[in-house]
């Protein structure tokens, strides 16, 4: 009898229960025990929705992120915050977002303010963890009491519970040491802490633990996997059997030691990992449980049932009561319920799952193993029939696409000429001054296009009115600009809800969900835009709001996109070709907007690529493989146009060291940078690598509201002086001023554009 499990499910809600009672609680609007309502509401229901699992996951629930939940559960708290007064759940509010000493909260008084944590991406999903701290010092203290009282709340609900948590050498590797110090030395201090843990929830009657260790997932030097058997050795004479989980890609090198580890059980992504599912059997002890993830978790595609009865039906014979079966990962990076969709076609609607449909699919496979495909053969017929539609589906494969897609040539990603004479023709037609000043794309999103844009949503007004609303805006924009004296003028994407959705709305092969919510970080939610068929543009995104634009001014105007590679790592993709495929096709696809712009003669055109980095894949090892076609892809986009157009390029925050060689072909006329919080110092890669192109590094935090002064940017301008030529310096602030007030944008920008006048007088 082959068992099924959950390793997580999405914490959320199907309707962001948990974003808005969050929101709520931290404007003052609802109290503390509304907020721990909700919470308890949202785990009860959603064990319910996994009551038909024989053991359902208990301690991935957060109210804010589960690492940072593993960080108190360990006693492991930034020093800055250890002796605040207040309640416990308010402190760790405070390291997950900070606070001001002068905020209204308790305690912000006499506990002063705080820094928030660090955020970071968890893996390659789009899932944002709270850093743990470390240093030479720190000492861990057991705190068990939230996973005590949600084990208790579990019980009086019947749960079968199987509580999570994060292994111990995955919680030091995800974490930062503040002095440089060793984290590893920490492992000896930290595993009793883990002991007495396994001890605690063995007291409160648990059977298996699963313990995450996705680092496995990576590769590990001699050290890491030393560590390994330090931990997991120490941990074999806890009285809980342990379920090693490991996700998110093949183990590799990894595979015969970590499953070789004293634990009960080990936990294969076998989506990820399928190739490796005959040497994990090969090495598994023989009392060992092999779970196995059959569906696939951070997809929203139904998995084909009959396929992996196939394969699975053998495996469930050798292995009997020893085979486990769940998703391949958490279900924390889908979308909850699809029966909350009441808008999506009804076509694309029945390729789809969202966690509860992947349970569902899971207790098919367990019924056809355990009691019979005969038992569940409606189910399996149904499935058939909706995988054998997609595969076929016109509204997927689009002819016309891959005959594009066949006629790619090295010469379309080529630019006519090199860098330097591009320049000069350029120079000669824009007239630009030395140190030009621009933005990012993006101005403010004002009270007047929110009302308008959800007036327009709700039928009360129509798509004239709405129109003439955002040309009031795009024109708003270019009289501030106008005053200001910029020198490239941008529309202010005041049409744009979202730099993905808007280009996806009006791409073929893409589709929209209403609540395919899932979390980013904290009360963070994005919805991600469905991309299920091929790729294609049948008509001209954006000019019409460029050439506008460009009629109410001389200066350049730029035309402004968001670029294959963002548009793919922010989506949900296909898992029946390659990203790579998917990405080509935008790529012709944006290539066609960026020769319409051309042709209308918008003379700069900037395609953001603020994902680029995102996408790396877990292993380095990969890392080239992916980055050599998503910047042929972003080449592609962009390299079509005359020499004396100019294309811009935008990276948001990130580090460049490691992928700067890539940065430098994909061969932009200039990249702007958010760089303001590095103070330059990100702009050292480029001076290592003697990037020849122009740069426009941020100078302008806009994530804080302080007006930076003209003398710190002429500062910062010069530190970049430094470091790259200033022929090849732009003046810009960081991206996303979309999130300010006209009343900061102004001043600030009024500062950046003297400070670019006082910059050119001392060239
Ligand atoms: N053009 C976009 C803006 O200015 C870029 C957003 C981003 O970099 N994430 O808002
Ligand atoms: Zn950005």
Redesign the pocket.
Known sequence: MARTHNLGFPRIGAKRELKFALESYWKGQSSRDELKTTGAALRSRHWQDQAALDLVPVGDFAFYDQVLDMSFTLGNLPERVQDFHGDALDNYFRVARGRSAQSAEDHAHCCGGVAAGEMTKWFDTNYHYIVPEFTAGTQFKLDASRLIEQLQEARTQAVKAKPVIIGPVTYLALGKAKDESDRLALLDRLLPVYSQLLAALAAEGVEWVQIDEPILATELEADWRHAFSTAYHALKTAPVKLLLASYFGPLRANLEWAIKLPTAGFHLDAVNARDELNSALNYLAAHKVLSLGVINGRNIWKTDLNGVLQWLQPVAERLGERLWIAPSCSLLHVPVDLDSEERLDAEVRSWLAFAKQKLVELNVLARALNEGVDTVQAELAANRAAIAARRVSPRVHNPSVKVALSRITPELGQRKSPYAERAAKQAALLKLPKFPTT????FPQTAEIRHARSEYKAGRLDRQGYLAAMRTEIARSVKEQEALGLDVF?HG?AERND?VEYFGEQLDGYAFSQFGWVQSYGSRCVKPPILFGDISRPRAMTVEWIKYAQSLTDKPMKG?L?GPVTILNWSFVRDDQPRSVSCQQLALAIRQEVLDLEKAGVRVI?I?E?ALREGLPLRRAQWQEYLSWAVESFRITANGVADETQIHT???YSEFNDIIDSIADMDADVITI?TSRSDMELLDAFEDFQYPNEIGPGVYDIHSPNIPSEEHIVQLMQKAAERVPAERLWVNPD????TRQWNEVIPALTNMVKAAKTLRSQL
């Open positions: 933005t990012i794309g993006s941008v994407e730099m402004m968001t900037q953001d603020a935008h990276m948001c958010e991206c996303g001023l979309k």
